[in-house]
Antibody, heavy 122, light 111 residues
Framework: QVQLVQSGDEVKKPGASVKVSCKAS????????ISWVRQAPGQGLEWMGW????????KYAQNLQGRVTMTTDTSTTTAYMELRSLRSDDTAMYYC???????????????WGQGALVTVSS | DIVMTQTPLSSPVTLGQPASISCRSS???????????LSWFQQRPGQPPRLLIY???DRFSGVPDRFSGSGAGTDFTLKISRVEAEDVGVYYC????????FGQGTKVEIK
């Protein structure tokens, strides 16, 4: 069965970086992509970006350009999301979701990780 | 930007009674391939989102048949035929081709 298992919760100071992992299993990793979606406390869902596990192509939300980097390790079927220069408004639950392998295909989001809470506080 | 508008934002329902959520997009969601990529997600308290419905009306694997989706073009509806306690949560309509993707969510709670 398809599973996405994320790394644990993190507490960071403003200005620091965080790297969240998403270990995929139960499907051919390189046939798909991974999107990252975050949710601030009590708020809705915000798409952050996408990475193809096939060729590493990435697309990022405009408001995060320059602060976010998404990568994959096909040898361990793991996706990573690094967010730098953290601010208090980056405090959120961060989810990975299985997505299409090609950017021009419609988004998929059929399976989700359990989430990783990132708290940014001095 | 495309705007996805859900109504109501909150829906108190009686157990065993039906519930309905409307989603309207500011632009047609018909894709160039002829499909309409409108999905519904359920997010129970403390849980990640879960795909319920895709392409307007296709139920995802394991989703009970009390959930159904309908609509076309710019107007879509999610219906729960008989609400159960486990249906409490926030429901998001989502279009899969333009950004931003997600509606603002509708909270379903028991009266």
């Amino acid at each position: 069965q398809v599973q996405l298992v994320q790394s644990g919760d993190e507490v960071k100071k403003p200005g620091a970086s965080v790297k969240v992992s998403c270990k995929a299993s139960g499907y051919t990793f390189t046939d798909y992509g991974i999107s990252w979606v975050r949710q601030a406390p009590g708020q809705g869902l915000e798409w952050m970006g996408w990475i193809s596990a096939h060729n590493g192509d990435t697309k990022y939300a405009q408001n995060l350009q320059g602060r976010v980097t998404m990568t994959t390790d096909t040898s361990t079927t793991t996706a990573y999301m690094e967010l730098r220069s953290l601010r208090s408004d980056d405090t959120a639950m961060y989810y990975c979701a299985r997505d299409r392998g090609l950017w021009l295909q419609p988004r998929l989001f059929d399976y989700w990780g359990q989430g990783a809470l990132v708290t940014v506080s001095s | 930007d495309i705007v996805m508008t859900q109504t109501p934002l909150s829906s108190p329902v009686t157990l065993g009674q039906p519930a309905s959520i409307s989603c309207r997009s500011s632009q047609s969601l018909v894709h160039s391939d002829g499909n309409t990529y409108l999905s519904w997600f359920q997010q129970r308290p403390g849980q990640p989102p879960r795909l319920l419905i895709y392409k307007i009306s296709d139920r995802f694997s394991g989703v009970p048949d009390r959930f159904s989706g309908s609509g076309a073009g710019t107007d879509f509806t999610l219906k729960i035929s008989r609400v159960e306690a486990e249906d409490v949560g926030v429901y998001y309509c989502t279009q899969a081709t333009q950004f931003p993707l997600f509606g603002q969510g509708t909270k379903v709670e028991i009266k």
